[in-house]
């Protein structure tokens, strides 16, 4: 059974570019969630994606979207990129109410 | 806004030594989870509680949910180097948004 994975690990873009990140969700998992964590802070979430569509969304503007495929992976997309989404992006695939997380992809906005 | 408060925010102790980190909250959760982080790397579930009162041990860890389920304490009996590292409460709130704390940073000194 292979665990969540991540990819990239680490990105560097500029304002106002967008970027994707993509995860691979724990086998059997078909649940993902997609958190950011800024520096000293604790992980907020973004948004869930069950069985390929939303299924809840935490304080984020339309900007941050996402998607989720038949094998459950999973891409989170951010467009016009600010500094303030500097941070690690996590993604967690679940099982009823227990989380898995991936090692996340550390985004730094210039 | 955090919905759940976690102290100390910091936590520096010598190896051998007890501690207890706090997670509270106003608000009620089906479940809490604890979790511990190390740096670059993704949150790991140390355990979920689930029934107030409940009290779990994982080896030198004893994990306590409060009687009315807003919240609970973590307690690391003889402290080693390997349990540094931000420890974090998180709870389940309206189905599918997992709430997190911002964490409690512990170091143990050799």
């Known amino acids: 059974e292979t665990g969540v994975t991540q990819s990239p690990t680490h990105l560097i873009k500029t304002r106002g570019q967008q970027v994707t990140l993509r995860c691979s969700s724990q086998?059997?998992?078909?649940?993902v969630s997609w958190y950011q964590q800024a520096l000293g802070q604790g992980p907020q979430f973004i948004f869930q994606y069950y069985r390929e569509e939303e299924n809840g969304r935490g304080n984020f503007p339309p900007r941050f979207s996402g998607l989720q495929f038949p094998n459950y992976s999973s891409e989170l997309n951010v467009n016009a990129l600010e500094l303030d989404d500097s941070a690690l992006y996590l993604c967690?695939?679940?099982?009823?109410?227990?989380?898995?997380f991936g090692p996340g992809t550390r985004l730094t906005v210039l | 806004t955090q919905l759940l408060e976690q102290s100390p925010q910091f936590l520096s102790i010598q190896e051998g030594e007890n501690l207890t980190v706090y997670c509270n909250s106003s608000?009620?959760?089906?479940?809490l989870q604890w979790y511990r982080q190390e740096p670059g790397e993704g949150p790991v579930l140390l355990v979920t509680v689930v029934t107030g009162g409940e009290v779990k041990k994982l080896k030198r860890l004893t994990f306590q949910f409060g009687d009315a389920r807003k919240d609970s304490s973590l307690h690391i009996t003889a402290a080693q180097p390997g349990d540094t590292g931000l420890y974090l409460c998180?709870?389940?709130?309206?189905?599918?948004?997992?709430?997190f704390g911002a964490g409690t940073r512990l170091t143990v000194k050799p």
């Open positions: 608000s009620v959760f089906s479940s």
């Open positions: 086998s059997g998992h078909n649940t």
């Open positions: 998180a709870g389940m709130y309206n189905n599918n948004d997992m709430r």
């Open positions: 967690a695939s679940s099982t009823y109410n227990e989380q898995f």
